[in-house]
């Protein structure tokens, strides 16, 4: 009895998901705004329940501990800003709210088993629950054809990562005989490791991860979703989904399959060096914001596999924080995005042209989230960067390091664009003034102001939490 | 407790413009003006406390930050390092001052600027090699926006080219730093820590030139500097002083405090080489001077010969020459920042910095004339003002150390003469235009800002003693270091 207890913020999220589903069929006239509060709530009880129910293992399959809860609250927090930043923004949307809330929630559940998964299946599982609501959110606007189309692109490639995936995974079953972790680890240590057939299950495997957390040279479907989808749905794709991702690939890399560290590490770097040049590369010439912000956010992926490059415990912890950061620092650079496509309808870079004077509240704000995703202090990017760069450098990575530190500085040349366009430019003839932004996206505005600089300055706290929650991930 | 104090006041100012009221403009420069005028008098306080016998790093502040990683809040300055902070507080003073009509959008100018000077002063005391990177940082990238925004001439390029150009310094800057941190057993940041590593020679050397080109790229160092001359003739006035008189000695403060102070043999291996390029700097540069019609590229490329001559006394590694170098860190901070002062009072009088377009100013601005021919003469090392004293030290020590180097960079002096008695000659005596006959003189701020400048370099060389004594309470322990290595 007392294993199920485990599963309790499953069971909550589900039970709200399910209320946030039928509560239009049983009171059709619930205002939108009750609905949303609800959900708020929802996530903050399962928040609550995450970290009271007790660590443990559940039959070999499930598996309660800090690292866990650690991603699990990064997600949870981003679908609660996300909730917030959609709150007003889909007055424009043919769709019902609930029904959005529905596929929010069920990604959330999703990505809540690829966090407790320790069994191949069930991450499999967990992963497909966690991809297939953002597809479905993605495609939200069906009068826009690049919603449409955005979708389109990232059902194809999501069904075929995930073919890659399982092909990848069913071929270390064969080799290994086992689906769960543990018992894989221990296989490989035993001599498994050699095998051919698990050497071409990792290599599918790594293609497969390369899709989901949008690694060059499988990212092309990532700008087009991103630009696409509607912009709360790709804060929560940029932010849970990429978290989700890597939790999904410390557990099967790092925890999993440690023995062939050599083969994927190599991989890996390779695919970190790529990919971190490739976005910056790609993100120079963009004029659409969310473009822009989509190839920035491939190349902190780029940055982000660096950890798991590293390698425990130093590395897996760096990434941890970094993931943290990232989660302030994007959302507040799309709330921003939010708020002045809400006021003006535009996602160019033009619409931008003298927000400094426009508003400068707003302008303050993409100006912190644009320099923490460049790295600058004292801002949380900054703070993460060091850490996860440190890490890798300790492991022997100079190379690579060299690499990303030059790469930041490049980054900063096209993030320097857009506060040129804020700060620089005057705003053009007849810009009507902005509306003043709804108290929603206003919350999140703060919370993610207070969580730049707080990381960035005081940084403690959160880098000893995610080193303790990574320390047992190897019994 | 009183670095932390000197540190917060520029932040605290730079918090309180942000939440002024937006249509208040002028409020925003008493801000300002209090907040450098309270870190001058502390700094000031600190200088007079300092003990000169005691030597050694002094005012210590350590709390630990990040104890997983080594990282702690750490301040203290020893004699170099409270020079320089000296130098900040007063450069920053007089920048408000210069800057003092400066009203367009100056909330988020005076912001911007205290944040700025932030960063350099936590660079001149951090012993912590984290806080000296982040401080770093800091200081550096408001630099794109002041420039951006307020500058003149083909600024969004110059800013950005600058930014770009200090950023990927600074990206060599935290290789080494990094590799500083994991060689060895012990993790630490901490730069008391990271002296007690005893580094192999063979690590030295490989380390030795990426910090130096790192930092060097933010001193000017040639073939590095062509960020500086456009970022500063772009510049406005108070940033242009900033830049010139503290920021680029970041860059020379950062070779000596971890360059040399940590890899001595690095720097043993490596300086004979490097000395060569900083003649170029001496030499290149003042050719460069004397060619450029715009008087701010005049100033700029002064700066980067003038910044040769700091490097080429670090090259020398030797006491004498060294004192030279901090003291000329110094002297050039204070007469490029009354430079950079008084050019923008000539352009906001004449609106043209073209020197031919320009001439017979004195009629109009005695006061402005003759604060320029002051900065010319220190610029050209007349005796009786501080860069005298600098240069001859940096050439005593080269003479003693390398001669054929030293008899080529004297050559620089020669050029310098040549374009700054060139270019007061041509702007302020002469025939003068008639359009300049409505023109003012400096009015009650400009001349306190310039009394102050001219003050302080006049005093130094007088006394020089002054500072040297404090500059030498530094440089003897890292002399006993280099005297030890084989």
Redesign the interface.
Known sequence: MSQWMLLLPECVLTIFLGVALTADLVLPALPRRVLALLVLLGLAVTAACVWWTPAGEFGGVFLNDGFGRFAKTIVLAAAALVVLCAWDFDLVWLRPWNEFLFLLLASVLGMFFIASGRELVLLYVGLELATFPIVLLTAYQPADPKSAEGGLKFLILAALASAVLLFGLSLIYAATGTTQLTVLSERLHQGAASSPLLLMGLLFLLAGLGFKIVLAPFHTWAPDAYEGAPTPVTVFMSVASKTAGFVLAVRILSVGLPAVRGTWGAVLAVLAAVTMTLGNLAAIPQQNIKRLLAYSSIAQAGYMVMGLVAFKPLGLSALLYYLAAYLFTNVAAFAVVIALERATGSVEIEAYYGLAERSPRLALLMLLALLSLAGIPPLAGFTAKFYLFAAVYGQGYIWLVVLAVLNSALSLYYYLRVIRAIYIHQPEENTPPLPSTPWPLSLVMAVTLLGILLLGVYPGPIVEAARVVVGPLWF | MLLSLILATPLLASLIIIFLP?EKTTWPRWVGLAGTLLALALTIRVFWMFSIPAAGYQFAVEKP?????GIQYALAVDGMGLTMVLLTAIIIFTGMLASWDALE?SQ?FFALLLILVTGVFGVFMARDL?LF???Y??AV?PM??LI??WGTGKK?YSA?KL??YL??G??LM??GI??L??SGQD?SFHLDAIRQKAYTREFQIIFFPVLFLGFGTLAGFWPFHTWSPDGHASAPTAVSMLHAGVLMKLGAFGIIRVGLEVLPAGAQAWAPYLGLFTLVNIVYGALVATAQTDLKYVVAYSSVSHMGIVLLGICMLQPVALNGAVLQMFSHGIMTGLFFALVGMVYNRTHTRNIPDLGGLAKRMPYLAFAFTVGGLVSLGLPGFSGFVAELLVFIGAFATKPVLAAIAVTGILFTAIYVLRVIQKIFFGPMHPHFAMLTDANAVEKVCLAVLMLVLLGVGVYPAILLDVIDASIQPLHAVLEALP
């Open positions: 937006r930050l990040l104890p997983a990683l959008r988020e984290f990177f982040l401080f940082e800091l990238l794109y926006l951006g925004i969004e950005m930014t770009l950023l990927v600074s990206a935290l290789v990094l590799g941190y994991f993790h």
